[in-house]
């Protein structure tokens, strides 16, 4: 496992967006470690979604601060945060539906160069050629670790909705991440699709040291898995805590969990 830093992987200190006269995030603080599994739960219009679109720089906050291991990123660009080391999925699968299953995890590999430039692409080079190999062998390791094997050659965009998710967590883990933002990762999976989804994260987060905050409605995967949950209200964190500690809350109890409790 990797050295868990000094400083945590994930840190928002005091994140406000404003959207018109709506408020979406009202001072959010929130600190994920490294290693850490960490559930963002609440109902339709928390926040959820601008949070992670705050984290991962597609929104800008109008206060606050966001930092990656310990360095302010909040001017950064998306493609920069993804290059240190942060990666997310979507509510809506976005894989490369004209590549294959494998190409798909390749791409995410590529921004680190071909080896011998552009002259190198043209011609094939050794280099080239090696870091090809590389990459390859990196995806197939990747997509045998979420069962994907035999899929590696199909066409992304033939695929059913939960197998693209495990896609699209492939991609996401190929290049090992320092953050990695599930966004309703369990969303069209059956349940064995979901324990192995489950199993495939702790492996991950284990082996790589990363942080891992999810988004997720399905109550019990985000109790049964998550190391600390989250609770957004109306923009603001409800309450934060152990699943056991959310749980017995009488307030989350009563306004998100219901009967589920």
Same mark, same amino acid.
């Given at each position: ?18 959207? !018109? ?23 339709? !219009? ?40 942060? @990666?997310?999925?979507?509510? @809506?699968?976005?894989?490369?539906? &004209?590549?294959?299953?494998? *190409? ?6 590529? &921004? ?8 190198? *692409? ?30 590696? *050659? ?47 994260? *702790? ?21 049964? @898995? ?20 959310? @749980? ?14």
């Amino acid at each position: 496992m990797a050295t868990r830093s000094a400083a945590p992987a994930l840190d928002l200190d005091s994140v406000v967006v404003r959207f !018109g006269g709506v408020t979406a995030l009202d001072g959010v603080d929130l600190t994920v470690e490294a290693s850490e599994l960490c559930g963002l739960i609440g109902p339709n !219009g928390a926040g959820k979604t601008t949070l992670f679109d705050v984290v991962s720089g597609i929104t800008g906050p109008d206060a606050g601060r966001v930092h990656l291991s310990g360095r302010d990123v909040t001017g950064w660009s998306p493609t920069r945060r993804a290059r240190a080391g942060l @990666r997310r999925t979507f509510q @809506r699968v976005q894989t490369y539906g &004209w590549l294959s299953v494998e *190409d798909n995890v390749v791409a995410a590999l590529d &921004w680190r160069g071909g080896g011998s430039g552009l002259l190198g *692409d043209l011609v094939g080079a050794p280099g080239r050629r090696r870091r090809e190999s590389e990459r390859r062998t990196r995806a197939r390791e990747v997509l045998e670790q979420c069962g994907l094997s035999a899929l590696r *050659d199909a066409p992304a965009g033939s695929l059913p909705i939960g197998v693209s998710r495990l896609v699209e967590l492939a991609r996401a883990i190929a290049d090992p991440p320092r953050v990695l933002m599930l966004d309703e990762p369990t969303s069209g999976l059956d349940e064995a699709e979901a324990d192995r989804l489950g199993e495939l994260i *702790d492996t991950v987060r284990r082996a790589e040291g990363c942080a891992v905050l999810l988004v997720e409605h399905d109550v019990g995967f985000v109790l049964g @898995r998550c190391d600390r949950v989250v609770v957004l209200d109306l923009g603001s964190v409800l309450t934060s805590g152990s699943p056991a500690e959310v @749980r017995d809350d009488p307030s989350v109890r009563t306004a998100y969990l219901g009967s589920t409790a």
